[in-house]
């Protein structure tokens, strides 16, 4: 049942505990065809469960899955018709890369011309020519996972499953994978769901990812929906946003609202209802703070070169640390003032926790 002749997949309030506890709690998604979908969260947020919930690896605590009119959840794992990837390559040691490969169509009795046909398209793909009569103990980290990639997709699956399939790789490999996997789910038109923890890798695979945190959805948006306008403090410090201050709202100023408190007065933008008086906490990525002439006073500390930019931490007087990118480098001792762009610095309401 490897027919890739679907519209959407929906995962409708899609929840599985464990020992009684929610590790994903009602993941309601909609899936097209073609899509790019990647699934972001720290460690044990539920990224997994949700990945074998999909493939059908783990029963469903609660919910439904729909391909099309076509309810999933209750087909077993090898009849979905999807192809997976996972973190450990889980190749067959004693086979060659060309076997690996071919394992899947074998199971299904693919004819032999066939079943040819299409390995050799797949090692093609993935530049593994030279490498087909290897065994997987003769090739690196990186051929080793793209085995893994083409022995998924020359299924021809209707979704391709992927669980952290770079994390085991060197940051230069992670890298040329990365483009690799992007280039192979454009070319084949797949449909992709790609389980990572890094958010610069979701950021630039994903046509929309999907934030999670303690197995609820925070946030589903495009990336630069989630990367410049997170809906919540979570999403905030999960994306970056490494200045997180405890404030006050003062009022109203202008578009934005002016937050104060510990020798910090600046303005910035509400995201939701913020009332003047409470506690806010405001977000703002170190490179949406900078030097100025007047701003917050603070005393560098630390200052990392960075390329074109360094990246320093200064302090308030009141112990506040501040993180900032700057083209001019400061020497540690200096006394800067620190101000943000209003539309850069998000206001979130309510105590901090
Ligand atoms: N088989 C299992 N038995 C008990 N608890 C589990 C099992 N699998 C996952 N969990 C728990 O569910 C939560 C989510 O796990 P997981 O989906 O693996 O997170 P992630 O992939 O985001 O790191 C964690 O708290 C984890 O300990
Ligand atoms: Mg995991």
């Known amino acids: 049942m490897s027919g890739t002749g679907f519209t959407e997949l929906r995962l409708d309030r899609v929840s599985r505990s464990f020992a009684g506890r929610d590790a994903l709690a009602e993941l309601t998604l909609t899936i ?23 493939a059908g690896l783990l029963p469903l605590s609660r919910g439904s899955i729909w391909r099309d009119d076509v309810r999933l959840d209750t087909v077993p794992p090898e009849r979905r018709g999807f192809g997976m990837v996972f973190q450990n390559y889980a190749l067959f040691p004693h086979l060659s890369v060309r076997r690996n490969i071919a394992f899947g169509l074998q199971m299904r009795r693919v004819a032999r011309a066939e079943a040819r046909r299409r390995v050799d398209a797949a090692i093609r793909l993935v530049h593994l020519e030279e490498h087909a009569g290897k065994l997987p103990g003769q090739l690196s980290g990186g051929q080793q996972q793209r085995v893994a990639i083409a022995r998924a997709v020359v299924l021809e699956p209707s979704l391709v499953l992927m669980d952290e399939p770079l994390s085991n790789l060197d940051a230069k490999l992670r890298l040329e994978m990365r ?29 929309r990812l ?12 495009t990336p630069e929906e989630v990367h410049t306008a997170p809906v919540n403090r979570h999403v905030a410090a999960f994306m970056g946003y490494r200045n997180l201050l405890p404030l006050r709202a003062a009022g109203g100023a202008g578009a934005g609202i002016r937050v104060e408190g510990d020798g910090i007065s600046l303005v910035g933008t509400p995201v939701g209802t913020v009332a003047p008086g409470t506690g806010v906490l405001a977000a703002a990525r170190p490179e949406d703070l900078r030097i100025a002439a007047d701003g917050v006073p603070a005393v560098v500390e630390v200052v990392e070169y960075q390329g074109r930019e360094v990246a320093v931490e200064a302090r308030t007087d009141a112990g506040t640390p501040l993180f900032l990118r700057s083209a001019e480098r400061p020497a540690p001792g200096d006394r800067i003032h620190v101000t943000a762009a209003p539309d850069r610095l998000l206001v979130f309401p309510g105590e901090p926790g």
């Open 32 to 54: 097209r065809k073609g899509e790019f979908i990647a699934l972001l969260g720290p460690s044990g947020c539920g990224k997994s469960t949700a990945l074998n919930c999909l």
């Open 179 to 207: 483009t690799e996997i992007r280039r192979l789910h454009q070319t084949l038109g797949l449909t992709t769901v790609y389980v990572t923890h890094d958010q610069e890798e979701a950021l630039s695979l994903a046509d």
């Open 210 to 221: 999907v934030v999670l945190r303690d197995g609820e959805v925070q946030q589903v948006g």
